[in-house]
């Protein structure tokens, strides 16, 4: 089967993150069998608006990488080429409600419409991850099209009613912490400071980073420990902060890291002791991490966020102790670390806890695959 996955940018890398990690994980599982799903001879495409953005996170080229992993890397203008309208997917994931090009929608009615009607693509709408309540209900949701196609509503998400998250390769990238790490990172952990606390910073511009940031230097001289910092692309830590943090006698040393690619950045929230996420992709990551971690949720003007923000935390710590819920929700929201610290290991063991029910829900590749498998047995 051919998959067609469109992406544009909205969220900064986000939207691109996650759509790369989704044709990798289809890739990797092209030629295996996925919750009793066979998908042998699957080819990937991925049409992209900004390949700039997408070559950040794919090893700096995003064309030669993804045909090394079997996926064809085109432009967005390509999905209008004589070949690909030749061509259209099997299956096509329109992610997070980008409007296909009308001239590969029209190819899609002209395939439906030479062929029996019960081989016209399997369109799927994948929407932005979130916890609330109302996604179980839309989950799967067909939309009828004036044209005569079927649109399904796609909405991953942390119950069995809804679609899962991406796992992607993470155990198989996470499980090398024995060995070497990568090269991206070689140097960088060995610079660490010996049983020092580690944390990953991978905030929006907003982020208060600087206070943040002094609050966890204060706690930490407090409790005679040190904590090694890893900035990641370029975050918005002030000039002052840099240089107080860089004398003898902080507790807080900063290391600063370009992007990396998205294989390199899970190991990497794989060893921190907390990680500070934003958006999508990363915040997915950081629950396959298993560790306290901190969302900046992507801002919205009519604050549509602080519900989805709220949503999750419901569901995130509805399990955990009374006491551990009420830190977490203050750390959550950039509470001082002095609240926090003192409860990193109950918040860790909440936070493994919690990968595992994930884990049990099944991940986003597989729950696509059953689906795409049900309708073709439907047929």
Known sequence: MRWDIFCQIVDNYGDAGVCWRLA????RLSSSSVNNVECDDSRIR????????????????????????????????????????????????????????????EAMVQKTSQKASSRQPIWINLEYLTAEAWADEMHLMPSPQNNGLNKYFYFPGFTPKT????????????????????????????SCRPASKK???????QAPLDAWLDSVNQTALAHGEMVDVFLCAEQN???????????????????????????????????????????????VRAQWAGKPFIWDIYPQSDLAHEVK????????????????????L????????????PHLNAWTSHS????????????????????????????
């Open 24 to 27: 990798r994980a289809l890739s």
């Open 46 to 105: 991925l049409f992209c608006d900004d390949l700039n953005v997408l070559n950040v996170i794919a090893h700096g080229d995003a064309v030669r990488h993804g045909a090394s992993l079997g996926i064809e890397v085109l432009p967005w203008s390509g999905a209008e080429s004589p070949a690909v309208l030749a061509s259209v997917g099997d299956v096509v994931i329109e992610a997070f409600a980008c409007h296909l090009p009308t001239p590969y929608v």
């Open 163 to 190: 679609g899962g998250v991406l796992l992607g390769d993470w155990y198989e990238v996470t499980s090398s912490k024995e060995t070497a790490p990568p090269n991206s990172l070689s140097l960088v952990l060995q």
């Open 199 to 205: 944390i990953s910073v991978f905030n929006y511009k």
């Open 237 to 283: 830590v002030s000039t002052e902060t840099q240089k107080a943090f860089s004398l003898a006698d902080s507790a807080v040393k900063l290391i600063q890291l370009p992007f990396i690619p998205q294989e390199d950045y899970d190991y990497l929230l794989s060893v921190c002791d907390i990680n500070l996420v934003r958006g999508e992709d990363s915040f």
């Open 309 to 328: 923000l709220n949503a999750f935390l419901e569901r995130y710590f509805e399990a955990s102790s009374a006491e551990l819920r009420s830190t977490g």
């Open 330 to 341: 203050a750390a959550m929201k950039w509470g001082p670390a002095s609240d926090w610290w």
């Open 352 to 379: 493994e806890a919690w990968r595992h029910k994930l884990a049990s829900l099944g991940h986003l590749e597989g729950k696509i695959l059953d689906f795409v498998k049900s309708q073709e047995i439907s047929r």
